[in-house]
């Protein structure tokens, strides 16, 4: 199964910028879908972007026009951008992919904190 690490939290005022990335412990080449999910605390977990292999992206409501997902399968590294925070970005955010046979899997989490 592989292995995702997401790095790039932390954090910052609103308005600020964050850049995520995760890298995957081998190629991503073949992963159709890879996803980032964000939980805040107390509630469920919530897909943020979705990020196909043919370069197809969606993206949920509330964080359209502020975040951008992207993949670089010679890096083995999805990447999520965000832009203009708010406080209620505040959360723990999740790489996962799923693959045929193998299901989902899922990195440990980075934080990202937004306060002023």
């Known amino acids: 199964q592989v292995q995702l690490m997401e790095s790039g939290g932390g954090s910052v005022q609103p308005g600020g910028s964050l850049r995520l990335s995760c890298a995957a412990s081998?190629?991503?080449?073949?992963?159709?879908?890879m996803r980032w999910y964000r939980q805040a605390p107390g509630k469920e977990r919530e897909l943020v972007a979705t990020?196909?292999?043919?370069?197809?992206?969606s993206y949920e409501d509330s964080v359209a026009g502020r975040v951008t997902i992207s993949r670089d399968n010679a890096k083995n590294t999805v990447y999520l951008e965000m832009k203009s925070l708010k406080l209620e970005d505040t959360a723990v955010y999740y790489c996962?992919?799923?693959?045929?046979?193998?299901?989902?899997?899922w990195g440990q989490g980075t934080q990202v904190t937004v306060s002023s």
């Open positions: 081998r190629s991503i080449f073949s992963i159709n879908v």
């Open positions: 990020i196909f292999n043919g370069g197809a992206k």
């Open positions: 996962n992919s799923w693959i045929p046979g193998e299901g989902d899997s």
